[in-house]
């Protein structure tokens, strides 16, 4: 990089997402003191260590500590930021030209450990632009095996949420009845269908201290959810299609039609824009 540079103060961003914590080498400490050590062979000053934990690369919006980057690099407090990996800054193209075309104009530079760009340099910049697209092109791959994985579940009788009332997941495709939260959700249906009111059945359970599965109280918008999942009659529903799953019931298909009518006819009490399933 040009001599300006390692005589000026520059900032190191770090991020994991959630998929990939657990991989060697992508932690945050192991990219962390990687790159100090790096800075320190090149006799870069480190103004800030940025880290982001659990945060996707598809897109900038969502990404605060990014964004706070960003800021203190426009307003001049660093003249390079410095990455483990490309992938690690941005893997969407659109992004990562349009936010490396106002640090360039600011001449802020950009700096890869392990791919070793020069971004001040013609030939750097077209690097830039080929390991952005090939970034976007994993991400696009990755988005595309994770829905086909979470059909193939579907499809197999799986769901592919945490936790459910109800249900404790023993294993990872194993989910029996908890008998304590099975009685509170057949309640909740009962209820519905004596009063035909989401926000009353609401107000009861919390007259009753009844919580979700993390211990919150059954909002209205909770109880709607609990009357519309598929899941206590026996089925999967995946992007708008409903499976047959692999768990015992907590309802039966009857009164989960006889409440999603009753929801149907009040829809807006519930919300008419809310999309509503049947078994049939």
Same mark, same amino acid.
């Given at each position: 990089?040009?001599?300006?540079?390692?005589?000026?103060?520059?900032?190191?961003?770090?991020?994991?997402?959630?998929?990939?914590?657990?991989?060697?080498?992508?932690?945050?400490?192991?990219?962390? @003191?990687?790159?100090?050590?790096?800075?320190?062979?090149?006799?870069?000053? =480190?103004?800030?260590? %940025?880290?982001?934990?659990? =945060?996707?690369? @598809?897109?900038?919006?969502?990404?605060?500590?990014?964004?706070?980057?960003?800021?203190?690099? &426009?307003?001049?407090?660093?003249?390079?930021?410095?990455?483990?990996?490309?992938?690690?800054?941005?893997?969407?193209?659109?992004?990562?030209?349009?936010?490396?075309?106002?640090?360039?104009?600011?001449?802020?530079?950009?700096?890869?450990?392990?791919?070793?760009?020069?971004?001040?340099?013609?030939?750097?910049? &077209?690097?830039?632009?080929?390991?952005?697209?090939?970034?976007?092109?994993? !991400?696009?791959?990755?988005?595309?095996?994770?829905?086909?994985?979470?059909?193939?579940?579907?499809?197999? $009788?799986?769901?592919?949420?945490?936790?459910? &009332?109800? %249900?404790?997941?023993?294993?990872?495709?194993?989910?029996?009845?908890?008998?304590?939260?099975?009685?509170?959700?057949?309640?909740? %249906? @009962?209820?519905?269908?004596?009063? $035909?009111?989401?926000?009353?059945?609401?107000?009861?359970?919390?007259?009753?201290?009844?919580?979700?599965?993390?211990?919150?109280?059954?909002?209205?918008?909770?109880?709607?959810?609990?009357?519309? !999942?598929?899941?206590?009659?026996?089925?999967? &529903?995946?992007?708008?299609?409903?499976?047959?799953?692999?768990?015992?019931?907590?309802?039966?298909?009857?009164?989960?039609?006889?409440?999603?009518?009753?929801? @149907?006819?009040?829809?807006?009490?519930? $919300?008419?824009?809310?999309?509503? %399933?049947?078994?049939?």
């Amino acid at each position: 990089m040009p001599d300006m540079i390692a005589t000026k103060s520059v900032a190191i961003y770090i991020r994991v997402s959630t998929a990939e914590q657990a991989k060697e080498g992508y932690s945050l400490p192991a990219q962390e @003191k990687v790159l100090a050590n790096f800075c320190k062979q090149k006799n870069y000053k =480190i103004y800030k260590v %940025y880290k982001e934990m659990g =945060i996707s690369a @598809k897109d900038i919006s969502h990404r605060p500590v990014f964004n706070e980057m960003l800021r203190d690099a &426009l307003t001049g407090k660093f003249s390079a930021i410095v990455v483990w990996k490309l992938s690690r800054f941005s893997r969407n193209l659109p992004d990562l030209t349009a936010v490396c075309e106002d640090l360039f104009k600011r001449h802020i530079y950009l700096i890869s450990y392990s791919e070793k760009f020069d971004c001040t340099t013609p030939t750097g910049r &077209l690097m830039l632009n080929i390991l952005g697209t090939t970034a976007q092109f994993e !991400r696009e791959i990755i988005g595309e095996n994770v829905a086909l994985g979470l059909l193939e579940r579907a499809e197999q $009788g799986y769901p592919h949420f945490a936790q459910i &009332l109800g %249900y404790d997941r023993i294993a990872k495709n194993k989910w029996v009845i908890n008998p304590q939260e099975a009685e509170q959700v057949r309640f909740i %249906y @009962k209820k519905y269908v004596e009063f $035909g009111c989401i926000t009353r059945v609401s107000k009861l359970c919390k007259s009753l201290s009844f919580v979700g599965k993390r211990g919150k109280p059954q909002s209205p918008s909770q109880i709607a959810c609990i009357l519309t !999942r598929p899941f206590y009659a026996g089925y999967i &529903l995946h992007r708008g299609n409903i499976y047959k799953g692999n768990h015992d019931i907590i309802i039966d298909v009857d009164t989960f039609n006889v409440v999603q009518k009753a929801i @149907k006819a009040r829809g807006k009490q519930f $919300g008419k824009n809310k999309k509503l %399933y049947f078994i049939e």
